[in-house]
């Protein structure tokens, strides 16, 4: 990026935060050591555990931003409002960039103008086990923006860059939905309005996912979300396909029809809000689908519990982090956790 701005002055990394001071100051200590020097906005929770205080000792250069309460993802919204840059790196407390990605994604979204987020190749733990939802991006159809690079209609919060204006200009993440497959519904609007988003598996984020968890919450949400999202913004008889088929998957996890009963209770507020995707977005999520069933075939692959079928596919609409896997396999729920506020 020799011949343009450093990219400390194109992007911020905002990361949503609450009650895990240790894991968040391992992540920071990372982010200061990277070779981008990225501006870094902490976005807090209504932690419990002193972690704002924790935060502006360690890492004074460092932004934080105390909330009174829990905003869950929609927290992110506020670091990103207070980003000056074009670009916002999403990150929580226990996922950090590799050193160059955010260089190699900056450079992307700079010579794609209508591109407005960048997933990254995510890697889990110590032994960096790529993400399932990593691999079945890398099953979707190529995209123009970078070799190797795949069409993707969904990502992980935990490793993705934004067109910070694009991002606003959706509304960022739904404050309704708290922690748990928030991703899906963002980028659905994303797309509906017109943006691109891009698998690029050069671009590498590291997540180590916390084990300071509500497992049972954190399912409930999967579902709730899961529902609402396909309620929101799909056509009627796909909308009601996926939802028997999704509640049909998760019928022996107790915490499923809990999630379900609150997601029935929110149809007020869906009836109201409820704007269905252009025909183009929906026909691009079914050919996503068939790309992940004819990777499925040539791999002999089984899909998991919790995956509805739309017509045979057995693929989930959407990741457990937007558009990708499966919302509410016990494997799903182990890789989604570390989210803010879960």
């Known amino acids: ?52 205080d924790a935060v502006r000792s360690a890492f004074p250069a460092f932004q934080v931003v105390a909330l009174p309460t829990n905003r869950g ?16 790196a999403l990150s929580d407390d226990d996922s950090w960039w590799a050193p160059g990605a955010l260089d190699r994604a900056v450079e992307i979204l700079e010579r794609n103008p209508s591109l407005a987020l960048v997933a990254a190749r995510v890697l889990v ?8 939802t990593s691999v079945q991006m890398e099953a979707s159809r190529p995209s123009p923006v970078s070799p190797g690079a795949r069409q993707v209609l969904g990502f992980l919060g935990c490793g993705a860059v934004v067109r910070r204006d694009a991002y606003l200009s959706v509304g960022g993440f ?37 084990t300071a968890r509500d497992t049972s919450q954190r399912r409930r949400l999967l579902v709730r979300n899961g529902l609402w999202v396909v309620w929101l913004r799909l056509p009627l008889v796909a909308a009601v396909r996926i939802s028997v088929e999704r509640l049909a998957g998760t019928a022996r996890q107790p915490s499923a029809w809990s999630g379900a009963a609150q997601a029935l209770a929110g149809l007020p507020w869906i009836h109201r809000q409820r704007q269905v995707v252009p025909p183009a977005v929906e026909a691009a999520r079914r050919r996503i689908r068939s790309d992940e069933r004819d990777d499925l075939r040539r791999t002999d ?42």
Request: proline share 10%.
């Open 174 to 210: 739904h404050p309704r939905l708290g922690i748990g497959g928030e991703e899906e519904l963002l980028a659905m609007d994303l797309s509906a309005a017109g943006w691109e988003l891009a698998y690029v598996p050069d671009v590498v984020c590291h997540h180590h996912p916390s």
């Open 301 to 342: 692959g089984r899909p998991g519990p919790g995956r509805d079928s739309d017509h045979q596919d057995p693929n989930n609409s959407g990741p457990k982090s937007g558009g990708y896997g499966d919302h509410f396999s016990d494997q799903s729920d182990h890789l989604a956790a570390g989210r803010p506020g879960g």
């Open 1 to 52: 990026m020799s011949s343009r701005e450093p990219t400390s002055s194109r992007v911020s990394v905002v990361i949503a935060t609450r009650d895990r001071a240790p894991e968040l100051l391992g992540t920071l200590e990372r982010m200061s050591q990277l070779p981008e020097h990225p501006r870094v906005v902490v976005v807090d929770n209504g932690s419990r555990d002193g972690t704002p």
């Open 125 to 132: 733990g110590p032994q960096e086990t790529i993400d399932p």
């Open 73 to 88: 993802a929609a927290g992110r919204n506020i670091g990103a409002r207070l980003a000056t840059t074009a670009y916002v």
